[in-house]
T-cell receptor, first 115, second 114 residues
Framework: GESVGLHLPTLSVQEGDNSIINCAYS??????FIWYKQESGKGPQFIID?????DKRQGQRVTVLLNKTVKHLSLQIAATQPGDSAVYFC??????????????FGQGTILTVHP | DTGVSQDPRHKITKRGQNVTFRCDPI?????LYWYRQTLGQGPEFLTY????????KSRLLSDRFSAERPKGSFSTLEIQRTEQGDSAMYLC????????????FGPGTRLTVL
């Protein structure tokens, strides 16, 4: 079936560096793409989303880029801090049809930030 | 705290026993979702409610699973005759109807079936 996946399972960076986490998706019908952060023992925390008709969206220290041509999504974290260490999931959601509102998650990337 | 809450946070049970989990969504959210997450994987959709109506159930949700949201507020997820394969984190999320892209998750209930 359709799925959302990640290229890299782990990413290690130094504090202060910029981090880029990538995701490939296959469902062109998705309306939103979302990034979640999950710390050990906690539920996923919403970071930022982007609608399918956009290419870029910026938040606080984070930027999400969407390339629909190659079905690629990325999350850029500026000036990465130790508190950013977590597992990052991309997810997609359609806003129509029988799958309305159902999140489909990728496998996750473990981000480790070294002081 | 006005976020999504779940109870209990951890549950250890023996195979064959029944378990019930509770989720309290964000108060103004009329949509409530249940997901299951196994180690190293992303959450997988189980079912969701629009107010008190259960609108969809995943094929992952066998007949041993049942979910309710009787008054359109909190929800319960019951697993009957638990199996070791049911061991997972059970996550609840909520959103408004118009913004299902903004689902906010609770801390989850970690189920271990011995």
């Amino acid at each position: 079936g359709e799925s959302v996946g990640l290229h890299l399972p782990t990413l290690s960076v130094q504090e202060g560096d910029n981090s880029i986490i990538n995701c490939a998706y296959s469902n062109s019908a998705s309306d939103y793409f979302i990034w979640y952060k999950q710390e050990s023992g906690k539920g996923p925390q919403f970071i930022i989303d982007i609608r399918s008709n956009m290419d870029k969206r910026q938040g606080q220290r984070v930027t999400v880029l969407l390339n629909k041509t190659v079905k690629h999504l990325s999350l850029q974290i500026a000036a990465t801090q130790p508190g950013d260490s977590a597992v990052y999931f991309c997810a997609e959601v359609p806003l129509g049809g029988t799958s309305y509102g159902k999140l489909t998650f990728g496998q996750g990337t473990i981000l480790t930030v070294h002081p | 705290d006005t976020g999504v809450s779940q109870d209990p946070r951890h549950k250890i049970t023996k195979r064959g026993q029944n378990v019930t989990f509770r989720c309290d969504p964000i108060s103004e959210h009329n949509r409530l979702y249940w997901y299951r997450q196994t180690l190293g994987q992303g959450p997988e959709f189980l079912t969701y409610f629009q107010n008190e109506a259960q609108l969809e159930k995943s094929r992952l949700l066998s007949d041993r699973f049942s979910a309710e949201r009787p008054k359109g507020s909190f929800s319960t997820l019951e697993i009957q005759r638990t199996e070791q394969g049911d061991s997972a984190m059970y996550l609840c999320a909520s959103s408004t109807t118009g913004t299902p892209n903004e689902q906010f998750f609770g801390p989850g209930t970690r189920l271990t079936v011995l």
